[in-house]
């Protein structure tokens, strides 16, 4: 019997809360119901069924392009809040607050919106995600 005339079986997954919502999210900015995104995901599946080459890159060049300027910028927001004249010593909860805000805003660019709600969601609630969220996307508008 051929593969997609084959009969479904169902199987359980164990995750966290928090992972489940970050696969869900995955799953939506796909366009796939959760089981058939993570079926193509774990099989190395494109979204069209055919399996990639097994020595494809994880990250294409723009993708690993966009982690080296954030890693960059985050990099360059904690050294300018260590180094701050006024400073005895480093601020770790602002430096923390600033990776953390400068994290969602690259999400923000790069359209990411359902991703960045499903990490916040289980931290701070919905109404506090979405707030959150709002004044990360008015920052990406004001300032790229």
Known sequence: MSAARERAVSHSLSCTALEWECIRALAADAGKPMSRYLVDRLLGRDGEGDAEADHAPVLDLASQRAMHDAVERAEATVARLVSAPDAA????????????????????????????????????????????????????????
């Open 89 to 144: 010593s480093p601020d770790v909860p602002e430096a923390v607050r600033a990776l953390f805000e400068a994290r969602l805003e690259d999400m923000v660019r790069a359209g990411r919106h359902a991703a960045a709600r499903a990490l916040l969601v289980p931290i701070v609630g919905g109404e506090r995600a979405a707030r959150a969220l709002g004044r990360a996307v008015e920052r990406v508008a004001r300032h790229g």
